[in-house]
């Protein structure tokens, strides 16, 4: 996972950078990745990378392991 995503997550959700691991989870562990957090950070990597997730991907984005997949998958193939 490269720097900016880790920061973007840590900067939106009001945690340490370090607490941003693949493992990280929406809804459990970090306070501030709920329902709103989780629009406000799917906000942020899109307006970052200068992509669009799909309603089913916004869905699906359950952990750190998933975001970092899915902007993979949308920088790769623009």
Same mark, same amino acid.
């Given at each position: 996972?490269?720097?900016?995503?880790?920061?973007?997550?840590?900067? @939106?959700?009001?945690?340490?950078? @370090?607490?941003? =691991?693949?493992?990280?989870?929406?809804?459990?562990?970090?306070?501030?990745?709920?329902?709103?957090?989780?629009?406000?950070?799917?906000?942020?990597?899109?307006?970052?990378?200068?992509?669009?997730?799909?309603? =089913?991907?916004?869905?699906?984005? @359950? =952990?750190?392991?998933?975001?970092?997949?899915?902007?993979?998958?949308?920088?790769?193939?623009?």
């Amino acid at each position: 996972m490269d720097e900016q995503l880790r920061s973007i997550i840590a900067d @939106t959700l009001g945690i340490e950078l @370090t607490d941003v =691991t693949p493992e990280l989870r929406r809804g459990s562990d970090a306070a501030d990745w709920d329902s709103m957090g989780h629009l406000r950070l799917v906000t942020a990597v899109e307006e970052a990378y200068d992509i669009r997730f799909t309603m =089913t991907e916004i869905e699906r984005i @359950t =952990t750190v392991a998933e975001l970092d997949e899915a902007v993979a998958h949308h920088t790769a193939n623009p």
